[in-house]
Antibody
């Protein structure tokens, strides 16, 4: 059974960089058929896609966040990571990692991690 | 970007009764090259991640009870729970994947009357 687990600091200061890692178990991140993505959900709101990466390193980013986002992959550790720079209180959210099939666009998300709450505050 | 609008924001349904959730997209999600609507539905219970229920507008994910069904095409879609069970209390989201970035609706909260 595929499992994804987010890890990283739960509190980040304004203007600093948020860094999270997703560890995949029960399957290989190097699958030919799937991308691996980050999604966030502010309290009481709907989810927002941040970006996705293929095991080869190919990335897609949400244009609204692109200037501040970097997603990377480490196939040797079966992990992928998120960095979001210059954070503000508006970046406070539960951050999820998830998997989606490879397709014409960023498809639906069929496996999700449990999520980690990141609060931006001094 | 495509905007997804769900209605109602919340609804209360008696156990065993039908629940209907609507989702409207700001542009068509139908791709004529493969005759598919690029629309998914998720269920999210408190403190849990969203769980995929339906994709391609009407295909149930493995393990999803058949009381959940999806319908619609183009810009108007519906998620129906044919006989509401206590464990179906949750927030439901639609998501389009016709274009990147994918986008989600604002959610519909389903409660027991």
């Amino acid at each position: 059974q595929l499992q994804l687990q987010e890890s990283g600091p739960g509190l980040v200061k304004p203007s600093e960089t948020l860094s999270l890692t997703c560890t995949v178990s029960g399957g290989s991140i190097s699958s030919n058929n799937y991308y691996w993505g980050w999604i966030r959900q502010p309290p009481g709101k709907g989810p927002e896609w941040i970006g996705s990466i293929y095991y080869s390193g190919s990335t897609y980013y949400n244009p609204s966040l692109k200037s501040r986002v970097t997603i990377s992959v480490d196939t040797s550790k079966n992990q992928f990571s998120l960095k979001l720079s210059s954070v503000t209180a508006a970046d406070t959210a539960v951050y999820y990692c998830a998997r989606h099939p490879l397709g014409r666009t960023v498809y639906y998300f069929d496996y999700w991690g449990q999520g980690t709450l990141v609060t931006v505050s001094s | 970007d495509i905007v997804m609008t769900q209605s109602p924001d919340s609804l209360a349904v008696s156990l065993g009764e039908r629940a209907t959730i609507n989702c409207k997209s700001s542009q068509s999600l139908f791709y004529s090259s493969n005759n598919e609507n690029y629309l998914a539905w998720y269920q999210q219970k408190p403190g849990q991640p969203p769980e995929l229920l339906i994709y391609w507008a009407s295909t149930r994910e493995s393990g999803v009870p058949d009381r959940f069904s999806g319908s619609g095409s183009g810009t108007d879609f519906t998620l129906t729970i044919s006989s509401l069970q206590a464990e179906d209390v949750a927030v439901y989201y639609c998501q389009q994947y016709y274009t990147t970035p994918p986008s989600f609706g604002g959610g519909t909260k389903v409660e027991i009357k």
